[in-house]
């Protein structure tokens, strides 16, 4: 019978897995030991499972106020790209998978409670090409100001913020309105 030899890959490969696989063992993901100790399972600082006084979980105001804050920016958003596509029916089909997308990160934002939105007039300027330029450049406002707030939070709130943040610099992207090469 031939001798089987170990190569360096895959002693490398079993050192590395080992010690994982290891500490995983050791953890517990019940109830009673679930989380960092002294948290309650707390995350972004709202408590997952009500504490020994039997208190409702409630969401940390500084998430609720970051969250409103881009729900606000987003319901902005919407409004004027309703705004631009009812003034330019041309621009419907390029502004519709923004229009679609803002929805469903209003819809996304509102699903944590407290959060709230606040509608504001949007002006739309008076040509179609300088309507899109002005989508674009609130798109990459909006998109740095969901970034910098993202940065601030941690789990999901700052993942939803930064999801928010990446689809807002694509929409900038793609609507800004190409320059004219000169001669």
């Known amino acids: 019978m031939p001798e089987r030899r170990l190569s ?3 002693v490398f490969v079993t050192a590395a897995l080992v010690p994982g696989a290891v500490a995983l063992a050791g953890c517990k993901d019940d109830a009673s030991g679930a989380g960092t100790p002294g948290t309650n399972g707390a995350v972004n600082g709202t408590p997952t499972s009500p504490g ?3 208190e409702t979980p409630t ?5 609720v106020a970051a969250l409103s804050t881009a729900a606000t920016q987003v319901t902005q958003l919407s409004q004027l790209y309703a705004t631009a596509s009812r003034k330019f029916p ?3 089909a390029r502004l519709a998978a923004g229009a679609k997308y803002h929805v469903s990160h209003l819809a996304k934002l509102k699903e944590t409670e407290g959060v709230a939105a606040k509608a504001a007039r949007s002006a739309v300027p008076a ?3 300088a309507a899109l330029a002005a ?3 609130q798109e990459k406002a909006a998109a ?3 970034a910098a707030a993202a940065a ?6 700052a993942r939803l913020l930064a999801e928010i943040a990446a689809s807002e610099t694509q929409l900038s992207s793609t609507l800004t309105p190409k320059k004219k090469d000169a001669p």
């Open 127 to 129: 040509s179609a090409q």
């Open 144 to 146: 740095v100001a969901h």
């Open 152 to 157: 601030k939070l941690s789990g999901t709130p």
């Open 59 to 63: 969401v940390d105001p500084a998430v």
């Open 8 to 10: 360096r890959r895959t």
């Open 135 to 137: 989508i674009a450049q």
């Open 52 to 54: 020994p006084t039997g």
């Open 90 to 92: 041309a621009l419907r």
